[in-house]
């Protein structure tokens, strides 16, 4: 299982970093998307270069100050 932190900051700057499970860091990517469907595109290629679909995904929200946790077992599609 892979572990995608997202972390979101007030300009829409996105803050991705991927672990594998042993917490070792694979990628840390520092974007600016102009929606999510950009996004969900680009963590969509990144599940496909590194071949995980089995995650646990972490959001956080530092506007609303919120952490979301979920897993997802399939392709990565943020709402």
């Given at each position: ?7 979101k ?7 991705i970093?991927?672990y ?7 990628i840390?990517?520092q ?5 999510l469907?950009?996004l969900n595109?680009?963590?969509?290629a ?6 995980f ?19 997802n077992?399939?392709e990565?599609?943020?709402e």
């Open positions: 299982m892979k572990i995608l932190k997202v972390l900051t007030h300009d829409r700057k996105f803050e970093n991927l594998n499970e042993d917490l070792t860091n694979l840390n990517v974007e600016i998307f102009d929606d469907y950009s595109f680009y963590m969509q990144l599940q496909k270069k590194y071949n679909y089995e995650t646990l995904i972490i959001i956080h929200d530092i506007v609303k100050n919120k952490v979301d946790l979920f897993k077992n399939g990565i599609f943020l």
